[in-house]
Nanobody, 128 residues
Framework: QVQLVESGGGLVQAGGSLRLSCAAS????????MGWFRQAPGKEREFVAS????????YYPASVKGRFTISRDNAKNTVYLQMNSLKPEDTAIYYC?????????????????????WGQGTQVTVSS
């Protein structure tokens, strides 16, 4: 069982930056690939970023590539999402998620149903 707790959300002006954190419980954090998703009111949950278990590989959709960066510190059981050049359309609740992977295998999953554990979410609001 993994428990995830996000933090770092808030209100920021367009063009600004925020850094989200997601702290995970448990001793096997490095066994999990991690992802970030977001969900705006009335919209489906959208993939934002993923990191392989060893932090050597990451993947982003076109909508955030070049602006968002996922990173992780396995010693601290924490994954981060650095968000730069924020736009009003980035406004959403941001969730981190964990997916158990086969040791040594690097792959990225973009569908929410591929993830096993979810945090409670943190609100990000970008004003124009």
């Amino acid at each position: 069982q993994v428990q995830l707790v996000e933090s770092g959300g808030g209100l920021v002006q367009a063009g600004g930056s925020l850094r989200l954190s997601c702290a995970a419980s448990g001793r096997t954090f490095s066994s999990y690939a991690m992802g970030w998703f977001r969900q705006a009111p009335g919209k489906e949950r959208e993939f934002v970023a993923s990191s392989s278990w060893n932090a050597l590989s990451s993947y982003y959709p076109a909508s955030v590539k070049g602006r968002f960066t996922i990173s992780r510190d396995n010693a601290k059981n924490t994954v981060y999402l650095q968000m730069n050049s924020l736009k009003p359309e980035d406004t959403a609740i941001y969730y981190c998620a964990a997916r158990r992977v086969t040791p040594g295998v690097v792959e990225h999953a973009t569908r929410p149903d591929r993830y096993d554990y979810w945090g409670q979410g943190t609100q990000v609001t970008v004003s124009s």
